[in-house]
Structure formats: structure tokens, C-alpha cells
């Protein structure tokens, strides 16, 4: 099935695959051992920066989403990220987490077909 998305869209998302892709790999992170979990917090990403000009952390509830970009604390990667390599929303994970796998990337396609298959 196609989406109707934008190409602007698209390519927003796929900024954020590279960039999450890159980062893994320079923190020695990995992504989760199910991969529809990396797919939801992308397209999270990508929409935040869509809206808000900036990669806000999606798995977290805000009172005020431009005060948080502001704030930039939970802009990806976050500060418990970047000290800790902390990441709740389970897309970056050390290698000794029980949740990670072994892929530092992703397909697009996979991505696309995660976000039809939740409309
Ligand atoms: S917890 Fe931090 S590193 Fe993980 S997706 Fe959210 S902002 Fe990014």
C-alpha cells in the first residue's frame, strides 16, 4: 500500500534513519531486537521535527512542546543520551540490554510498512 505522505515528509524521515543509523554506530549503541519499536520512534522523530523544527523526543508527554524544543533537553539525542547513553525510548541500547539486537540499521521500507500497518 502507498502513503500519501509528502515528500518533504519522506525525506524528514529519512534524515532521522541516517542520523540514528550514524549515531548507533558512533556510540556503540544498538537498535531494539524488535525492530518495529526503532520504526514507531523515527517516524515519532521525524514528525516532531516536521512540527516543531527539531527532533523532540516522542516517547515523553509535554505541557508545552515549544518550550521543551527551547529547553533542548529532550532534543534527540537527549542529555541522558549524550552523559548516559541512556535512552528510554529503546532506540539507542548498549549491547548489554536485554532488549537490544545486533543492527545499527534499518530499511526504509520496513519503516514505511510499520506506519501503514498503524493506520
Ligand atoms: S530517549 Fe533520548 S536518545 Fe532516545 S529517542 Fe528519546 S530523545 Fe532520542
Given at each position: 500500500?502507498?502513503?500519501a505522505?509528502?515528500?518533504?515528509?519522506?525525506?524528514?524521515?529519512?534524515s532521522?534513519?541516517?542520523?540514528?543509523?550514524?549515531?548507533?554506530?558512533?556510540?556503540?549503541?544498538y537498535?531494539?531486537?524488535?525492530?518495529s519499536?526503532?520504526?514507531?520512534?523515527?517516524?515519532?522523530?521525524?514528525?516532531?521535527?516536521?512540527q516543531?523544527g527539531?527532533?523532540?523526543?516522542?516517547?515523553?508527554?509535554?505541557?508545552?512542546?515549544?518550550?521543551?524544543?527551547?529547553n533542548?533537553?529532550?532534543?534527540?539525542?537527549?542529555?541522558p543520551?549524550?552523559?548516559?547513553?541512556?535512552?528510554?525510548?529503546?532506540?539507542?541500547?548498549?549491547?548489554?540490554?536485554?532488549?537490544?539486537?545486533?543492527?545499527?540499521?534499518?530499511?526504509?521500507?520496513?519503516?514505511?510498512?510499520?506506519?501503514?500497518?498503524?493506520k
Open positions: 500500500m502507498t502513503t505522505k509528502t515528500g518533504n515528509q519522506n525525506q524528514t524521515l529519512e532521522m534513519k541516517n542520523f540514528a543509523e550514524q549515531y548507533a554506530q558512533r556510540t556503540g549503541t537498535f531494539c531486537s524488535d525492530t519499536v526503532t520504526a514507531v520512534v523515527l517516524e515519532g522523530l521525524a514528525k516532531h521535527k516536521d516543531l527539531c527532533p523532540l523526543c516522542p516517547c515523553r508527554h509535554y505541557e508545552d512542546k515549544e518550550a521543551e524544543v527551547k533542548t533537553f529532550w532534543n534527540c539525542p537527549c542529555v543520551m549524550r552523559e548516559r547513553r541512556e535512552c528510554h525510548c529503546l532506540l539507542f541500547l548498549t549491547p548489554d540490554h536485554p532488549f537490544a539486537g545486533k543492527e545499527q540499521s534499518i530499511e526504509m521500507d520496513y519503516i514505511n510498512q510499520v506506519r501503514d500497518s498503524m
